[in-house]
Nanobody, 113 residues
């Protein structure tokens, strides 16, 4: 059974950092593109970063966020630096595995002083 479990969210001040984790189970994450999305209050869900053969980032997070994976732990990370209030959102992990889309339940990131 495919599962994605996010963790690492919380309250952080502007300019601070957080590292989100997405623990995958039921499949080998290293064989698939893994993506972080986020959804801010009142806004549509948007792609933040994806890692597959290469990495891609939303323009709004380039130079501040880094996506990576630890294949031994079957886990994908999102290192977020220089956080801004507009980064406040629920962050979701996503994978399309064997033509089926899977989402985690999300982890809330709040950037506020």
């Amino acid at each position: 059974q495919v599962q994605l479990v996010e963790s690492g969210g919380g309250l952080v001040q502007p300019g601070g950092s957080l590292r989100l984790s997405c623990a995958a189970s039921g499949f080998t994450a290293s064989g698939y593109a893994m993506t972080w999305y986020r959804q801010a209050p009142g806004k549509e869900r948007e792609l933040v970063a994806t890692i597959g053969g290469s990495t891609k980032y939303a323009d709004s997070v380039k130079g501040r966020f880094t996506i990576s994976r630890d294949n031994g732990k079957n886990t994908v990370y999102l290192q977020m630096n220089s956080l801004k209030p507009e980064d406040t959102a629920v962050y979701y992990c996503y994978v399309r595995y064997v033509l089926v889309e899977y989402w985690g339940k999300g982890t809330l990131v709040t950037v506020s002083s």
